[in-house]
């Protein structure tokens, strides 16, 4: 199929990366993590967010939030998040029946969360009768294609730690936003007071594959039982490790993420000047949000695959990935403006 | 690492597969399962188990599962299997959390549900006090090397039936139990009255993937909320799909598994006159069981990686796998003498 | 303690309920609902509620509230339900954690959902990614103190039944609500469409005891069993059995409401002239919201005790029972002119 | 109904029990057990049991299994319990819905497990792909009416803690045991090194009601938020209290408890000697379980309401209560006597 602008995850696996797991394959390793490969993807994973960082390997998005939820917090615990997060809109009710912990959605303007925000919500300490607040849960980058900067995380986890409140980062684009912020990733979470990392590789040119990272080892002990006991234990999990080793290797992560950011800007710088086009959103990452004339989406949509964001507003996400080429966006824009053209 | 004989999933992938998965590495394909290698995949599972079949992919066997149990039961409805199945002890309590539903273990001697063994707990029925016995699940090949036949699985099928239960087939080693038969599959799944299959490829060479197989679709209606909800969703699921169109095409799933068995058959010829040997379950699939003498165990698992069964009684499991060459077998044997003859 | 005014549930015993409860308490009688007061009091639910209502005691609302949902949802479907609501704030996450399924709040300006407020919410069908929203929850008379009128709840429950979903009843109030509105109790409930229905009585007079009522058979089926397996089962049943008989002779459930409900007018008319207080919700059932002067709360709660329900607005909540007497009215704002006067 | 031998749940309430409960109906208590009714009851409680007890009050005995359960282990944890525990057979799967735990049963011969029978199940500590084994779960009087001694208690508890782990008593009987030990509570239990109960009352004369007891308050500080979001929260808990509070007073549990105990001796001294009936177990608590004639069943339990036990044996389960009076007993055995004169 022709590339789209439908997701990241539309987007195959990045060449060296296949690479190195065909160079994992071969003779024998045990299964579950115990092997060469996985050591490797966990020392590289600490010389990223630090050396006693606890490493989990899962199989996607969804397994790594629930895995980071119901290992940090009990069922009677509350995850506070923004209303547009995967968590709360896009898992299915995955967190909320899996870890049996309740999910508070709070509204924002743009995907993310402020300690003003989120304060109203601080109540309820010790009542039985509420679900407790205990975690702030953000997505970096947001659904939105916003992103927080250091002191806007700093804050929330200050916030949080004054609660005795953890903060976790939902990092499914955690690549793209490290990319956009030009900063190692531990300065934006681990040294900006996060507690837990989902830290997606799908979304970035990996086949498969995410980890859950725990910064404070005394409260992770019980995650392997729970990884195991959420069905997201990989039994071949070598092959998830050669591709996080590779991933991190030359820094291959921050070359994808950059590239397709870069890809993000000059579509939206194509399109700017296009009357019948208005950006909702200077893309940060790698995502443009756009508010098109509503005769264009179908056939567009129809010569390359994308999706409709808010059909009320006629706002359309164009996502950008590791696999983008600039003629990509050429023929895109190209054909945007041909069909505008018929239209007249 | 060494070939060992530690489990069938700590063989690689076979190169094949891996090829599939490369050549479906081009160009972009929507997520989640809408791609023309998953629709490949489903009708190569349509051509063997009937038109009407409904396949979901899973990531890994206890998804499977717990997918099989959710979709078919709701949480006061309780399932039976042998108290050796991996349900019942190799999930971490999985099927348990995930489902609500009680699993209810019944002692057999050779890891193989009888309707005489089954009866018994079958009763309570419309009695709110007692989960309700509403599936009986088979493992097959089972944990013990054991192979249920066609006449077994329809009297278990006919069983169920008669109370309106279903019968499920953990299917983890389902490729080495048809090879082993040699029979078609649905010769002893849907034809025997099977209304469930969890269909294992990972530990026949496969990188990573499962199938559930619903034979009634009336029945799995729910089946595509519940995989979500359980976090078994594959963003980039037509790699998944891929190893599966390519392990049906030319039988390469009957050549990896009839090769495994025939490998445990031979693994199982070369021990079978040394003294301190005891076989003691033929192997009839990939598995040789064998009672050695104690002190063999630790240096032998030193040249070659393998598992303890039943500590208790010195009994120990080698497993054979797609990529078992003869010489392994060899030296693996030739290993065993001379530990022997040192001890002498 | 002294009566006062914090919850409805701080009264005692209706003096007749705990007579009937008295004379249920001869001789032996079946467990677990299988006697003659259940019989009976299931009869006195059938003639208000229509005769194939399926009536299914339990102990307590937040019982009848997940026992509603879990029978007529499955794990993957939603419950849309105002901010406010009792099973969204109230509950520590019962319901999310008992039937899990996702809880979905919708803002609302007086704790009442609208056809035009619950819209928004309505699409996702389909789609597995999201849950499927399958149950309206609203609550009769609302935690704000206002009442659905009949024409109110058959738009909810047209749109439900319109999108194939369920209207649910949070009745923990419903005596106050019928009182109220003068009208027979399936004049607002089954007859505008209504579904499901958790009838209070704890909070109207009664020791302990609610009621699911199910208006369509064939969704209860399984009602009993998650009623066992929610531990919501009362062994001894024949004493809420006999509560409710009593409860509904003589319309003794009414008369009670109906003086609860005078009460808080009464309330309400005696301090509307007092220029400190400022009534923010005129009573229709027995609640009396209002913003008083933050000095005279502490001083006032010593003397009678009560709930402040906005801290930063400085409103209170007055609730009246069915024990509450004119004297304690007369009392109350008694005290309140006295501190009022004190202030000066 | 006329005073059968089914349970001791068909009995109703002591007379005493209920004056408490309409003494306890005067004026306002806040709710949710923050009376003083409930605080006398506590400390009931703790004068028996120690005065750092924690004490939480419950519906129903599943309700307070589940809470011991859920409040001290994790969902990645197991409970070992005999085959015939009620919490595996009679909580329609409650407590592995509820808690997420996997319960895992040993045969027994006489309900009653013993180090010997729970060692082999002590293994995979610390191996993620089981359950790992947290609690011991026994029934006192087990639901086959044999008592544990204080030693066997002991001994369980010594086991139990070597490896970490705990003991729960279920005590829906507890009492009768208590009375048949002629023991203090805390003789077999947390002096024996129990770490929590199931206290029951409700079989004993109550009209509803259980604590559960931990012994460990470093171990309870969830137990308030479990106990609300499992919808165990009685709203006005001062008639739990103050039913709890009559209990204890002057031993009024004892004097029903040992009357019960005696009832059942004197049944079975009855019908010792008629020969189409055989004891199958001498009845130590409150229950008489004996092979009878099978044609005498159905006849015998048109006169007097009394459950089959084991329908293959023709084993009847006769159980006495605090209200079972002598002439109930002459007046069941000459039903007997006469009813097998028929016969002949």
Known sequence: MKRGFASDNNAGVHPEILQAIAEANQGHAVGYGDDKWCDEAKAAFRKEFGDDTDVYFVFNGTGANVLSIQTMLRSYEAVLCATTAHIYVDECGAPDKMTGSKLIAIPTEDGKLTPELVKPYLHGFDFEHHSQPKMISITQVTELGTIYSVEEIKALADLAHEYDMYLHVDGARIANAAAALNLPFRAFTRD?????????????????????????PELSKAA???????????????????????YFQDDLWKKMAAHSNEMAQLLADKVRDIPEISITQEPIANGVFAIVLPELIAPLQEAFFFYIWDKNRSEVRWMTSFDTQPEDIEQFVATIKKLLNEKK
């Open 192 to 216: 900006a007071g996060v507690d837990v990392v989902s830290f997606g590789g799908t979304k970035n040119g990996m086949l498969s594959g995410e980890a859950v990272l725990f910064f404070n």
């Open 224 to 246: 392997k039982y729970y990884r195991k006991q959420s069905a997201q234990l990989f039994s071949k999990m070598r092959f998830v490790g050669a591709q996080f080793v590779r």
